[in-house]
């Protein structure tokens, strides 16, 4: 998996990525999804409450359209449910990773704006394109595929330090655009072993990259040419 190497404090820095990471947790664990709350029941009781939360705040995509309120609002509060443990543990080490730097370079109300516009269009694209399924789509796969847009037009030359549990888990420093590649890799996994259940299309991953990218570009090409020639600082790496 992925660890960054330069320690931070918990609740300094980057408080929006922090705060993002322990709110998807924290609505995972108390959820019916997560199988850990009592007060869902287990068995079919159980699996009829995971339907019925599913349903209630993930992304229906024949139904966004109708446009009332409540459906309206669902691309915003599926970005914080997620469908497993696999799903969760996978988007928010991601979001962790190249978050933090992303976060630190925007501000924290421009990277906030930032998250949610990319996850709430990502969403109603994939939903657009796919106007008549009934499969309930959630997760914060759209918003997080915006920031690694953002992070490669940000830090293209950035390298992460990372444990892949194929290579005995030595912590290897690899170009990040290699370690975007396996955040793919464990998405497909997530997809897969959900069968027919929830999740994010990979077209909602692709709107998100795009979206994180061309805003980055837009609004940073000026300052990413000034500062092209040394190497940023990545995790590890000292500030500049």
């Known amino acids: 998996m992925i660890a960054p190497g330069r320690v931070r404090q918990w609740g300094a820095g980057p408080v929006i990525t922090h705060t993002l990471i322990a709110a998807c947790s924290l609505i ?3 959820s019916p999804l997560s199988g850990l709350n009592p007060a869902y029941g287990t068995g079919d009781a159980l699996l009829a409450a995971q339907n019925d939360y599913l349903r209630r705040w993930g992304v229906v995509p024949d139904e966004l359209f109708t446009f009332s309120a409540r459906t ?3 691309p915003l509060t599926a970005l914080f449910i997620h469908g497993s443990w696999l799903h969760l543990l996978g988007n928010m080490l991601f979001l962790y990773v190249f978050g933090v ?3 630190e370079r925007m501000g924290r109300a421009e990277f906030t704006a930032f998250y949610l516009v990319c996850g709430y269009l990502s969403l109603a694209a994939y939903a657009a394109a796919n106007a008549s399924s009934d499969q309930t789509l959630v997760g914060a796969s759209g918003a997080i595929s915006g ?7 940000l830090f293209p030359r950035a390298r992460v330090t990372s444990l892949f549990p194929f290579l005995l888990f030595l912590p290897l420093r690899f170009p990040a655009w290699l370690v975007l590649a396996f955040w793919f890799a464990i998405q497909s996994l997530a997809a897969h072993r959900a069968g ?10 692709v709107a998100g990259f ?5 805003y980055a570009w837009a609004r940073y090409r000026r300052t990413t040419k000034v500062s092209s020639s040394p190497a940023p600082a990545t995790e590890g790496d000292n500030p500049p």
């Open 72 to 74: 309206a609002l669902t």
């Open 28 to 30: 995972f664990v108390l």
């Open 101 to 103: 730097m992303t976060e």
């Open 210 to 214: 795009a979206l994180g990218s061309a």
């Open 196 to 205: 027919g259940g929830p999740g994010v299309a990979y077209l909602a991953h």
């Open 147 to 153: 920031v690694l847009g953002a992070f490669l037009l």
